[in-house]
């Protein structure tokens, strides 16, 4: 029988049986590979009131099933999708990905993370050879870090914990900071866009001290807690008068799926934008498949055998890695 993780009360992680349904029109089903780890999100659903939760953020599942109306899909094939912790993925069929040639499925789960700050990418009046400032690097910030120097930004990375800089640096980001260069004259005023993955309130404050006018301070990072005592009139003060355009980072922005330009639904107001989320996953597949993002030893594998157990060495920081992938496989052969 499969089974699943489930959040079954405040910090209360279990590995449960489930029943598989049989598949609707458009699904396709297969089993488990790896499952990616988002790990503030999760620890934040785990800290809510609403339970059960089915937590998960990204699979890469192999085809077992097709329903009969499904075209383009093959029993056999490694798919990406947005799944669950679960030993089996279902989906509708448009709703997941083939997996480009040579791509490690582990490695293939990350797309979900970088698909975060695709939508930036996306929406940012920032143009290449502008300086782009992250700020915060966890798995986010250091995926976003790189899709920005990819696309060609001058790119500086700020935390304050030494050992994630020196991951970002190992992995070819040389300029990394323990905060931001308020007082450099090659920053201050010259920065176009300021990616905030921290969901610091004062890292907000200061990207808008340190932007040039007109500049944009994006939030990436959710504001699961209050760390500061800032004043809404500082933030204010500094967007206002720095002229800077201050606004959520929601992924959820673009369409989920692009859709094709018709005038009559773009009469009727539809967005009919040529770049979506899954364009974004799409391209952030073929990115790892290239190796764009050097990631070796940044990946930890576990086996999904004890939830409590390895959700609390994430709550205290026991990983060192900042990417962790539940490898369903090895569970079903009892590893």
């Given at each position: 029988m499969p089974n699943e993780i489930v959040?079954?009360?405040?910090?209360?992680?279990?590995?449960?049986?489930?029943?598989?349904?049989?598949?609707?029109?458009?699904?396709?089903?297969?089993?488990t590979l790896y499952t990616l780890v988002s790990q503030g999100t999760e620890l934040g659903w785990a800290n809510g009131d609403a339970f059960p939760i089915r937590p998960g953020y990204a699979a890469v599942f192999r085809v077992d099933e097709v329903a009969g109306d499904v075209v383009g899909t093959r029993p056999g094939e490694l798919r990406f999708a947005m799944g669950a912790h679960r030993s089996t993925q279902t989906h509708l069929a448009r709703y997941t990905l083939p997996l480009p040639a040579g791509l490690e499925p582990a490695t293939a789960?990350?797309?979900?993370?970088?698909?975060?700050?695709?939508?930036?990418?996306?929406?940012?009046?920032?143009?290449?050879?502008?300086?782009?400032?992250?700020?915060?690097?966890?798995?986010?910030?250091?995926?976003?870090?790189?899709?920005?120097?990819?696309?060609?930004?001058?790119?500086?990375?700020?935390?304050?914990?030494?050992?994630?800089?020196?991951?970002?640096?190992?992995s070819g980001l040389s300029d990394c900071r323990e905060r931001l260069p308020l007082e450099d004259d090659a920053f201050a005023g010259q920065v176009a866009l300021v990616v905030d993955c921290s969901g610091h309130e004062n890292a907000v404050l200061e990207g808008c001290r340190l932007v040039r006018r007109l500049g944009e301070v994006v939030m990436v990072g959710v504001p699961?807690?209050?760390?500061?005592?800032?004043?809404?009139?500082?933030?204010?003060?500094?967007?206002?008068?720095?002229?800077?355009?201050?606004?959520?980072?929601?992924?959820?922005?673009?369409?989920?799926?692009?859709?094709?330009?018709?005038?009559?639904?773009?009469?009727?107001?539809?967005?009919?934008?040529?770049?979506?989320?899954?364009?974004?996953?799409?391209?952030?597949?073929?990115?790892?498949?290239?190796?764009?993002?050097?990631?070796?030893?940044?990946?930890?594998?576990f086996v999904p055998n004890n939830p409590s157990a390895l959700y609390s060495d994430i709550a205290a920081r026991r990983i060192e890695e900042p990417f962790i992938v539940l490898d369903w496989a090895c569970l079903g052969e009892g590893k």
């Open positions: 959040i079954a009360a405040k910090q209360a992680f279990e590995l449960v049986s489930y029943d598989d349904l049989p598949l609707k029109p458009g699904e396709v089903r297969g089993r789960t990350l797309a979900r993370l970088m698909g975060v700050s695709m939508t930036t990418l996306m929406t940012t009046k920032a143009r290449p050879g502008d300086r782009v400032v992250i700020s915060g690097a966890g798995p986010v910030g250091f995926l976003a870090a790189h899709l920005f120097k990819i696309g060609g930004y001058r790119v500086t990375v700020i935390d304050p914990d030494e050992l994630r800089r020196a991951q970002l640096e190992q699961w807690r209050k760390w500061t005592d800032a004043s809404a009139h500082e933030l204010m003060n500094a967007v206002f008068f720095n002229l800077a355009t201050l606004r959520s980072g929601w992924e959820w922005e673009i369409p989920i799926q692009s859709r094709g330009f018709e005038w009559e639904e773009l009469l009727e107001g539809y967005n009919n934008a040529p770049h979506s989320v899954f364009s974004g996953f799409s391209l952030a597949l073929d990115w790892l498949a290239q190796s764009r993002i050097p990631l070796e030893g940044l990946i930890r594998r």
